[in-house]
C-alpha cells in the first residue's frame, strides 16, 4: 500500500515535472535570460512566502490527522481563517520585497507577482488536506493539472496569439493554481464542518507548528538565497542562467517529494511494524542508486541546455555541482522525518539555521568572486553539512524511538 502511494505521488511528480520542465524551456527561449530571471526571482520569493503562510500546518496536519480522521473536521475552518489571514499577510510583504528588488524591471506586473504568492499559497492549502485525507491520487492529479493547464496557456499564447510578456506569464501562474486549489476545496466531500472545542484543538495545532514552522522557513530561505544573492550581486541575467542550471537539477527533487508525501502520515506505522532503525537502513540503501542516476542524467545534460537556447550555454558549469548537492537532499529528507516523530523538530531547526549562516556567508564570499558556480558551490557544502548531521543523528533517535515502542509493548 506505501510503495502504490509513493507510485501515485511519483508518477504525479515526473509528468507534472516533465510538463512544468518543457513549460520552463518555452518561457526561458521566449523572455530571454534577463526577463526568465526576472520570474526566477519572483518565484524564488513566492516560495519562501507560501512556506510562511503554511505556519507549519502543512507538515503538522497530516500528522494529527492520520491519529484521528475526524480532528479535521474540527480544525478544518479555523485551519483555513488562519491560512487566508497568513496568505494577505504574506502577500503584502511579497509586494513590498519585490518592488524593491525588482520593482523598477517590472513596475506594470508587481501587483500581479503579488498575487501570485496568494494563489500558489491556497494551492498549497488544498495539497494539504488531500494529504491528510490520505487522497494520494487526487493529490497528484492535483500537480498534473495544475501543471498542465500552464502549458496548455504558454502554448497557446506562443503559438496561438503569437505573444508572450513577463505579464502574461505572471497572469497565468496567479489564475491557475487558485482555479484548480478551488476546485480541490470544492469536491472534498469528506469534510463535515463542526465547531465543537474545535478552537482548543486547532491552538494545540498551532502550538505544535510553531518549531516545524520555524525550521521550515529557514529551509524555504536557504533554497532560495542563492537566487536572491544572485540578483543582488549580479543581476537578473545570471539569475535567469543559474535559474535553468537548477531547473535541470531539481528533477531529483521529485522522488525526495514523494517519499515525504506519503512517509509522512504513514511514518508512525511503518516505525511500529518495522522499527525506526530498520526504517533508517531502507532508506539509506537508496544512496548508491542515487549518485549513479544523478552521473548518468549529467552526462545527458548537454543535450539538455540546447532546448533551452544560446542564451543559456553557461548554465552548465555549475549544474555537476547542483547535481550532487540534491543527491545529498534525497537521502536527507526522508531521514529527518526520524527527528519530527522523535520531537526533536527544534534540532532541526539548529541544523536548519547552521546551514543558512553557511549559506549566506559562503554566497557573500563565493557569488562576487566566481558568480553563478560560487552559489552552485555554496549550495553543495551546505547540502553536505547537512547530510552528516542528519544521517548521524537520525542513527541515534531511530535507536530512541524502537526503545520507546519496545517499552510501550511490554
Keep these: 500500500m506505501l510503495f502504490r502511494n509513493i507510485l501515485k505521488i511519483l508518477s504525479g511528480n515526473i509528468f507534472g515535472q516533465l510538463i512544468n520542465f518543457v513549460t520552463f524551456i518555452l518561457i526561458s527561449r521566449e523572455l530571454g535570460a534577463s526577463k526568465f530571471g526576472i520570474l526566477s526571482t519572483i518565484l524564488a520569493v513566492q516560495f519562501i512566502l507560501i512556506q510562511a503562510s503554511s505556519f507549519g500546518i502543512s507538515i503538522s496536519l497530516p500528522k494529527l490527522v492520520s491519529r484521528d480522521l475526524s480532528s479535521l473536521n474540527d480544525v478544518y475552518p479555523w485551519v483555513l481563517g488562519f491560512r487566508v489571514f497568513c496568505t494577505v499577510i504574506s502577500s503584502i510583504i511579497g509586494y513590498l520585497y519585490i518592488r524593491e528588488s525588482i520593482g523598477n524591471d517590472i513596475s506594470n506586473e508587481l501587483l500581479i507577482a503579488s498575487l501570485c504568492i496568494a494563489s500558489g499559497s491556497m494551492f498549497m492549502f488544498s495539497q494539504t488536506i488531500q494529504q491528510s485525507l490520505g487522497l494520494y491520487s487526487g493529490w497528484a492529479k492535483a500537480n498534473l493539472a495544475l501543471n498542465f493547464l500552464k502549458l496548455v496557456s504558454i502554448i497557446l499564447l506562443i503559438y496561438g496569439f503569437k505573444i508572450l510578456t513577463l505579464e502574461y506569464v505572471l497572469l497565468i501562474y496567479f489564475a491557475i493554481p487558485l482555479l484548480v486549489s478551488v476546485v480541490i476545496i470544492v469536491r472534498i466531500k469528506k469534510l463535515n464542518y463542526s465547531f465543537n472545542n474545535s478552537f482548543s484543538n486547532f491552538f494545540s495545532l498551532i502550538k ?44 531529483f527533487a521529485l522522488f525526495t517529494g514523494a517519499v515525504n508525501t506519503v512517509l509522512l502520515p504513514e511514518y508512525k506505522k511503518l516505525v511500529q511494524q518495522m522499527g525506526a532503525k530498520n526504517l533508517r537502513h531502507s532508506i539509506l540503501k537508496f544512496t548508491p542508486i542515487v549518485f549513479f542516476i544523478a552521473g548518468a542524467f549529467y552526462v545527458l545534460s548537454p543535450y539538455i541546455l540546447i532546448l533551452f537556447g544560446d542564451g543559456y550555454t553557461e548554465s552548465a558549469k555549475p549544474l555537476a555541482i547542483l547535481l550532487v548537492s540534491y543527491c545529498f537532499g ?54 553536505f553539512f547537512g547530510a552528516v548531521c542528519i544521517i548521524l543523528l537520525s542513527k541515534k533517535y531511530a535507536e530512541e524511538i524502537d526503545k520507546k515502542v519496545k517499552n510501550s509493548e511490554t
Excluded at 217 to 243: C, P, Q, S, W
Excluded at 349 to 359: A, G, K, M, W
Aim: proline share 2%; glycine share 4%; hydrophobic share 60%.
Design 208 to 251: 505544535a507548528s510553531f518549531w516545524i514552522f520555524l525550521s521550515s522557513m529557514v529551509v524555504a530561505i536557504l533554497m532560495r538565497l542563492d537566487v536572491l544573492m544572485l540578483n543582488h550581486f549580479l543581476g537578473t541575467k545570471e539569475v535567469g542562467v543559474y535559474a535553468v542550471a537548477n531547473q535541470v537539477a531539481m528533477v
Design 330 to 383: 534525497m537521502i536527507v529528507n526522508p531521514l529527518s522525518l526520524t527527528m519530527y516523530e522523535a520531537n526533536k523538530s527544534n534540532i532541526l531547526l539548529y541544523i536548519n539555521v547552521s546551514q543558512l549562516i553557511i549559506n549566506f556567508v559562503s554566497n557573500l564570499f563565493l557569488i562576487p568572486k566566481f558568480g553563478i558556480l560560487g552559489a552552485a558551490m555554496s549550495a553543495f557544502s551546505v547540502r
